[in-house]
């Protein structure tokens, strides 16, 4: 059995909301994760009861994660969509907050301030996972590196930020 919880680069439909929190958890009931995101998503952070842990994370305690998600549609982008997937192994089916009908509610991380993207824009975003301490640790850092751009302009910092 395992869990994990993925990310994608997501336009966010309250991207124009009043108050914005910018680097925070903003739990969104049933967020239409595939109606708003720019690119497919990738784990974040891996859980997995009762197996060996893979290679690329040291333990279940701390796990970075480097990941580049290449947008697929020009659109404005708002933040990550974070949502968790369970897979109980089986035969059982696998259950994701990405999808309707599950009563989990995902999380938004939003960047600073909203910005366009085109297709074939990356987005690298590096999050580390602490959950050594009491209160569990996510810290994510997020650049834009525009198409065709990488040798003449230097990435874009999006976000850089620590949530407890």
């Given at each position: 059995a395992s869990a994990s919880a993925s990310a994608s680069a997501s336009a966010s439909a309250s991207a124009s909301a009043a108050v914005r929190c910018p680097g925070a958890w903003e739990l969104v009931y049933c967020f239409?994760?595939?109606e708003y995101g720019v690119s497919p998503a990738q784990p974040v952070e891996i859980l997995q009861f009762g197996r060996a842990l893979t290679e690329d994370c040291e333990s279940l305690h701390r796990q970075t994660r480097e990941l580049q998600f290449e947008v697929d549609r020009e659109s404005v982008l708002s933040g990550f969509a974070l949502h968790v997937t369970i897979d109980c192994g089986g035969g059982a089916p696998i259950i994701?907050?990405?999808e309707p009908g599950t009563h989990w509610d995902n999380c938004l991380v939003?960047?600073?301030?909203d910005v366009q993207v085109r297709r074939?824009?990356?987005v690298d975003l590096v999050a580390d996972i602490d959950l050594e301490s009491k209160d569990p640790t996510y810290s994510f850092k997020a650049?834009?590196?525009r198409r065709g751009?990488?040798?003449v302009e230097p990435p874009a910092l999006l976000l850089d930020t620590v949530i407890a």
């Open positions: 239409p994760t595939s994701s907050s990405a939003l960047i600073e301030r074939g824009d990356v650049q834009l590196r751009t990488a040798d």
